[in-house]
């Protein structure tokens, strides 16, 4: 599913922020609810999302793969590696290191604790990225910023098939 329409794309980053949702948390008011129902049909018959008995919406494992690679800012979607960092931030001060962690509210790892991890922007060096993810996600400003090491993870489902491929 390379094109999207932007109702289908709309349904997709909504859920990246949430577990699931009723219909009526997808309507909204320039979407007719016929239009509406008509692509959350064609997300559903295309395995992205699916309904529960109780008519909750929610990503498939496939869906979550897809909505990942949505750029939420510009509603692109990347199908190549994504350069990330992870921002392990460290109060020393009392002599015992204390870590962040934080509650992340978008999928895949959503409502999960972690460490705070973010995209590198086109032309911005990795460690304003930390930076700017430290500051976003937890209004923390950071002293200094320190390399630590590179990792890359490749992504597989239960049933060993590639979903994505990640660079820390």
């Known amino acids: 599913m390379?094109?999207?329409?932007?109702?289908?794309?709309?349904?997709?980053?909504?859920?990246?922020?949430?577990?699931?949702?009723?219909?009526?948390?997808?309507?909204?008011?320039?979407?007719?609810?016929?239009?509406?129902?008509?692509h959350l049909r064609v997300l559903t018959k295309s395995g992205y999302i699916e309904k529960d008995n109780e008519g909750f919406y929610m990503l498939t494992t496939k869906g979550k793969q897809f909505a990942a690679d949505i750029d939420v800012d510009t509603s692109m979607v990347s199908s190549r590696a994504k350069l990330s960092v992870l921002v392990t931030a460290v109060d020393a001060s009392s002599g015992k290191?204390?870590?962040?962690?934080?509650?992340?509210?978008?999928?895949?790892?959503?409502?999960?604790?972690?460490?705070?991890?973010?995209?590198?922007?086109?032309?911005?060096?990795?460690?304003?990225?930390?930076?700017?993810?430290?500051?976003?996600?937890?209004?923390?400003?950071?002293?200094?910023?320190?390399y630590r090491c590179f990792h890359r993870q490749f992504v597989y489902n239960a049933e060993g098939e590639f979903l994505k491929d990640n660079a820390f």
């Open 2 to 38: 390379d094109n999207l329409h932007f109702v289908q794309m709309s349904i997709l980053k909504s859920l990246l922020f949430k577990s699931k949702a009723l219909f009526s948390e997808f309507n909204y008011s320039q979407t007719d609810s016929e239009v509406l129902s008509y």
């Open 97 to 146: 290191p204390k870590y962040l962690l934080i509650k992340r509210l978008k999928a895949p790892l959503l409502n999960h604790a972690c460490f705070i991890a973010g995209k590198v922007k086109y032309g911005e060096a990795a460690s304003l990225t930390a930076k700017r993810e430290l500051f976003e996600e937890s209004g923390l400003i950071a002293n200094e910023v320190e």
